[in-house]
C-alpha cells in the first residue's frame, strides 16, 4: 500500500511540474517555434539565450521594470501568469533551442 501511495504521489508531483515545451507553445506565435523570430519584427531572436538572462528578463517583465524593443507591455501580459517554476523552464527549454 505504501508503494502504491509514494508511486501516486510522485506522479501528481510530474504532472504539475512546469513543461518547458508546453510553456513555449504561448511563446511561439511571435517568437517562431524555433525562437529565432524576431517578435513583431523588434526583438532579438531567443534561441539559445542563456537561461539565467531568459528568467531575469522574464521577471523584469512581469513586475513591469522592463521594456526592452518597447514590448514590456506585451511581454508584461504575457508573463503575468508565470510561477517562478514556469519561467525556470521556458528558460530551460529556450536556452535549448538552436543547438
Known sequence: MKK????????????????????????????????????????NPIAGMAADEIVKDLQGYKAGTLNKHGMGGVMKGQAAALSDDDMKALADYISKLGK
Open 4 to 43: 502504491i501511495a509514494l508511486t501516486m504521489i510522485f506522479a501528481g508531483a510530474t504532472l504539475m511540474a512546469a513543461d518547458g515545451a508546453a510553456l513555449f507553445a504561448k511563446c511561439a506565435g511571435c517568437h517562431g517555434q524555433d525562437g529565432k523570430t524576431k517578435a513583431l519584427g523588434k526583438s
